[in-house]
């Protein structure tokens, strides 16, 4: 079973690549594409500078990097484009190719078409934003080329089990950390872009400052009331993403009045007691969210979920073994008990 980390520059994944990870996914968001757009309409769905590297050249020598310790480079090119945007996109996917990157994460599924049509020879996997919930999709996608579908986090186990039992010829992803989302990825349409947090003073001091992954934690394991309060002061110079702001969602039984904190209690969701289940099923590859995190923070993602894949690979645990196997881990890693924010149930 693979292991996918996302990367958001060169240092990055010289630090990660020493713990011993198979594959990489990262996004590329251009001047031209800045001019053109702005980040609020990203051409990966990533909307912070910091978060993407800044042009294909880059995105070669990162390749190059790669592709010398054996790990494999995919570009995320996961948003949804509209027909006046094909120009520009046949454009950067002209620049994409004169890389050696070894394929593409897409949810559009004009972009699925628009790299049929110029016969890449590229491989392409199908994000969680495309929503695939049965095997008639599997099947759909499969017809057109894609070679491994991600599973929507909403899925239960038993619910991945079966897919994965059904579809054999086809490879599957799965996230295992972070950004557990309480919203289905392809029908949700909140703007993922309200501000960029880069060009904000509060983010730059303290988002990518040298304590940010401290103040990181500090936040996380602050009481509710805090979180909200402090979410409320900064707004978007702390977090870009609209559901971390309140609304509330009405329907014909009501008002259902939804917090910013629900977001804040997702973001650090894990899924490393289902790592022993999913080597089982055969899962292809386990994922990693958060190309915006703190480089301290991957790191441990990192390592985490190394260790229970290799522990799990041994096959010689229970399921129950297991899960307290990864609760004691996650304790020597983080530092702090398991929280139990489970990104899988059964």
């Not at 055969?282 to 190309?291: A, E, H, P």
């Amino acid at each position: 079973m693979k292991l996918k980390i996302p990367i958001n520059n060169q240092e990055e994944l010289k630090n990660l690549i020493k713990i011993g990870i198979d594959e990489i996914y990262c996004g590329v968001l251009t001047d031209e594409w800045l001019k053109s757009y702005s980040n609020i309409a990203s051409i990966n769905r990533v909307e912070r500078v910091k978060g993407n590297l800044r042009s294909y050249k880059e995105l070669s020598e990162v390749v190059k990097n790669a592709h010398n310790f054996g790990v494999q480079v995919y570009l995320t090119l996961n948003a949804l484009y509209t027909p006046s945007q094909q120009d520009i996109l046949k454009k950067e996917v002209d620049g994409i190719l004169k890389t050696d990157v070894d394929g593409f994460i897409i949810c559009d599924l004009g972009m699925l078409s628009l790299l049929n049509s110029l016969n890449t020879g590229k491989r392409i996997h199908a994000s969680t934003g495309l929503t695939m919930f049965n095997s008639q999709t599997v099947e759909f996608l499969r017809k057109r080329g894609v070679s491994r579908i991600v599973f929507p986090r909403a899925l239960r186990g038993e619910e991945i089990a079966k897919l994965l039992n059904d579809n054999r010829d086809m490879e599957f992803e799965a996230f295992v950390m972070n950004g557990r989302c309480k919203n289905i990825d392809g029908f949700c349409t909140f703007q993922h872009g309200i501000s960029d947090l880069d060009h904000s003073t509060l983010s730059s001091k303290l988002v990518y400052s040298g304590i940010s992954h401290h103040l990181q934690e500090i936040f996380v394991k602050s009481p509710s009331f805090i979180r909200k309060h402090i979410m409320k002061f900064a707004g978007t110079q702390l977090c870009s993403t609209a559901c971390s702001i309140d609304y509330q969602v009405d329907s014909d039984n009501g008002s259902l009045g939804l917090s910013s904190t629900d977001f804040i209690d997702n973001i650090f969701s894990c899924g490393g007691c289902y790592i022993h289940r999913m080597a089982k099923w055969k899962m292809t590859s386990v994922k990693i969210v958060g190309r915006s995190f703190p480089i301290q923070r991957k790191i441990k993602d990192a390592l985490y979920i190394r260790r229970l894949i290799d522990r799990a690979e041994d096959g010689d645990l229970s399921d129950s073994d297991f899960k307290d196997h990864a609760q004691k881990l996650y304790k020597d890693i983080y530092k702090k008990p398991c929280e139990h924010k489970c990104y899988y149930y059964d």
